[in-house]
């Protein structure tokens, strides 16, 4: 009798309410709601779980219900503080206007429980010409981890723009990833990120919102992630504890303009602390286009760069190896040849005497050690490229070479 009652025991029931809320946080809100009907233990258990995780794709109903599901989870809670708060929304159906704003009035409702770590990936429709974030969103003094990635129906190539206050203050803020949307207009163009705590920050702004205007002052800030266009402009202040930048800058609406080549020179010295640093081509290609290439000295111990065969690019490795005096690795990425046709009246190809005559200026590389050049199709470009590395990095201890197709070649020193 007592041996059968021991197996019929229900142990789990029996465990601390903070452990059944890590197991329960691995759940979507829908299932973990429906444990109340399990015994009078479970019955109100749900109502105090910090961890709200909500996927809209797997719910059995529309989302006008789910909108209302939502907003009963968060009236019946315990009022007990929230860690996580995840919204996901990639489903067909797009989001229209008044769904967006119901979705934020819920996230408003959440963030007075003091949200530590907020997701939300929402698909918006065409239809809405704007989105305007909740002001308490981005003031929150709550807010650990942030990630707001909103977005649009792409089968029809429209951007939806956010609506965004002219500055954000995340005093506590350590993650911040701001992806796939762009600023509205000239009204909201402009946009300033302090985080006193800020250490990991990524930004992905749509490439048909160009000219816009952002600063960053995060002194804390260990890695910088961004995808732009060459048109935006960045004030970046007070990187002092930058480790990692990697920086993806699209041609955007094509310009000539010699001002967008001063910010981009700018721009790079925003990131003259940072120890490994990788640059794609667009940047590569319009930096010497500035009037003149201003003295910097870079931190970088790590580089990367993505290169295309012209005349501007070869410039920008020159440059950047010659101002980073503590280089120990360097990898050239080299774009498919192809690439070139789509922007022949912009690009430049180089041909050999020129790249004989500016490679053959460059000094020594006294700390560089390790050079990867991958993509390499023969040109003689090419090759003067890595003649280059070989003569002039005395401490050279290997240099791969990868081919465009499948094989490579490694040359040891």
């Known amino acids: 009798m007592d041996a059968g009652r021991k197996r019929c025991e229900d142990r789990i029931s029996s465990l601390p309410d903070e452990v059944l809320h890590y197991i329960l946080s691995f759940l979507d809100m829908w299932y973990v709601v429906r444990t109340c009907i399990l015994s009078k233990r479970w019955r109100s258990l749900w109502t105090s779980v910090p961890y709200i995780n909500l996927d809209m794709d797997i719910l059995p109903f529309y989302i006008e219900d789910f909108i209302n599901f939502l907003y009963n989870v968060l009236f019946c809670r315990d009022q007990s503080n929230i860690h996580t708060f995840r919204l996901i929304h990639n489903d067909a159906h797009v989001i229209d206007s008044y769904e967006i704003n119901s979705i934020f009035d819920c996230v408003s409702i959440a963030l007075k429980d003091n949200v530590r770590e907020l997701n939300l990936e929402l698909l918006a429709s065409i239809h809405l010409p704007e989105i305007e974030l909740p002001r308490c969103l981005l003031n929150s003094r709550s807010l650990v981890k942030l990630n707001l990635d909103i977005d649009y129906?792409?089968?029809?190539?429209?951007?939806?723009?956010?609506?965004?206050?002219?500055?954000?203050?995340?005093?506590?803020?350590?993650?911040?990833?701001?992806?796939?949307?762009g600023f509205r207009d000239s009204r909201h163009s402009s946009l300033t990120i302090y985080a006193?705590?800020?250490?990991?920050?990524?930004?992905?702004?749509?490439?048909?919102?160009?000219?816009?205007?952002?600063?960053?002052?995060?002194?804390?800030?260990?890695?910088?992630?961004c995808e732009c266009c060459i048109s935006d402009e960045y004030f970046l202040e007070d990187l002092s504890s930058l480790d990692r930048a990697d920086i993806d800058m699209g041609m955007g609406w094509r310009t000539s303009d010699a001002e967008i080549y001063r910010k981009m020179m700018k721009f790079l010295g925003g990131l003259c602390?940072?120890?490994?640093?990788?640059?794609?081509?667009?940047?590569?290609?319009v930096l010497p286009r500035a009037d003149e290439l201003l003295p910097m000295s870079?931190?970088?111990?790590?580089?990367?760069?993505?290169?295309?065969?012209?005349?501007?690019?070869?410039?920008?490795?020159?440059?950047?190896?010659?101002?980073?005096?503590?280089?120990?690795?360097?990898?050239v990425h080299i774009n498919d040849i192809t690439d070139l046709a789509k922007y022949c009246d912009f690009i430049e190809r180089w041909e050999y005497q020129e790249a004989v005559e500016v490679?053959?200026?460059?000094?020594?590389?006294?700390?560089?050690?390790?050079?990867?050049?991958?993509?390499?199709?023969?040109?003689?470009?090419?090759?003067?490229?890595?003649k280059l590395m070989l003569k002039n990095t005395v401490a050279l201890g290997q240099l791969t070479i990868g081919a465009s197709k499948e094989h490579s070649r490694t040359i040891g020193g």
């Not at 206050?165 to 993650?175: G, I, M």
């Not at 705590?197 to 992630?225: A, G, T, W």
């Not at 870079?298 to 005096?325: D, G, M, N, P």
Request: proline residues 2%.
């Open 153 to 181: 129906d792409n089968k029809y190539f429209i951007k939806v723009f956010i609506s965004l206050p002219e500055s954000v203050n995340l005093p506590n803020l350590k993650l911040l990833k701001l992806q796939k949307f």
């Open 196 to 225: 006193a705590q800020l250490k990991h920050l990524e930004i992905c702004v749509d490439e048909y919102s160009d000219k816009n205007k952002v600063s960053i002052s995060s002194p804390m800030l260990k890695s910088f992630r």
């Open 273 to 285: 602390n940072a120890k490994s640093l990788a640059l794609s081509v667009w940047l590569l290609e």
């Open 298 to 331: 870079f931190s970088a111990r790590h580089l990367k760069v993505t290169i295309w065969l012209s005349k501007y690019c070869f410039q920008s490795i020159k440059y950047l190896l010659e101002s980073s005096y503590n280089l120990e690795t360097l990898e």
């Open 359 to 386: 490679l053959s200026k460059c000094t020594s590389f006294h700390k560089l050690r390790f050079v990867e050049i991958h993509n390499a199709e023969g040109f003689q470009n090419e090759v003067e490229l890595i």
